[in-house]
């Protein structure tokens, strides 16, 4: 009998924490490579299993450095572009975003929105695993538009960082909640 192979989602509810990590540090090789800091396979590895740890240092930080700028200028575009924080994008119709006048405008507009969200998203967690906790409400943005659901690999990796980061157990039925709860118990302003 052949049984159905998980959900990718599901793979990530299993999958060490350092391969979150790789995964989220995946999307954002080709920035790093043009600000200069070329990630070879096995560096990327390395900076995944040091920020896992917490240990990241020198390139690693460099590299979480300039992850930052680039997940900041994406919240600054949504603000400036549309008028939107990132929780507003991601319940944001397309219908209200525009002006438009052809499909090619309005695939352009889809499309830059969508970029600006996963960037968004997958630097937050990259952030927040490195201790940067001022990104984590992203992360919170990204698990409520899923209804903690968890049915997108965006989501699946925000509950395993946060869950990570606050130590709360995904088991329990109110993980959400907890979720929420150790957010407001943070900081405001916990940047490195």
């Known amino acids: 009998m052949k049984t159905v192979p998980d959900a990718p989602t599901e793979g990530l ?8 990590i790789w995964i989220a540090l995946q999307h954002f090789r080709a920035s790093l490579a043009e600000a200069g800091l070329t990630l070879g396979a096995d560096e990327a ?17 460099c590299a979480l450095r300039h992850i930052a700028a680039i997940v900041d200028g994406r919240l600054s ?3 400036s572009r549309w008028q939107l924080d990132f929780a507003a994008s991601l319940r944001a119709d397309m219908a ?7 499909t090619a405008e309005y695939l352009e507009l889809a499309n830059a929105k969508a970029e600006a969200e996963i960037d968004i998203a ?6 927040a695993a490195a201790g940067r906790r001022d990104y984590a409400p992203y992360l919170l943005d990204v698990l409520e538009q899923d ?4 049915d997108d690999i965006d989501a699946a990796i ?14 329990r039925v109110d993980w959400l909640a907890q979720l929420r709860r150790w957010l407001d118990d943070q900081p405001r302003d916990s940047g490195a």
């Open 158 to 171: 925000a509950r395993r960082i946060l869950l990570h980061i606050s130590g709360v157990d995904g088991a």
């Open 147 to 150: 209804a903690g659901d968890c």
């Open 77 to 79: 575009r949504l603000r």
């Open 45 to 61: 590895r390395e900076l995944a299993g040091a920020i896992a740890e917490g240990t990241a240092r020198a390139k690693g930080d």
């Open 122 to 127: 997958l630097g937050s967690a990259l952030l």
């Open 96 to 102: 209200a975003i525009g002006p438009w006048s052809s």
């Open 13 to 20: 509810s299993r999958a060490p924490l350092s391969e979150i």
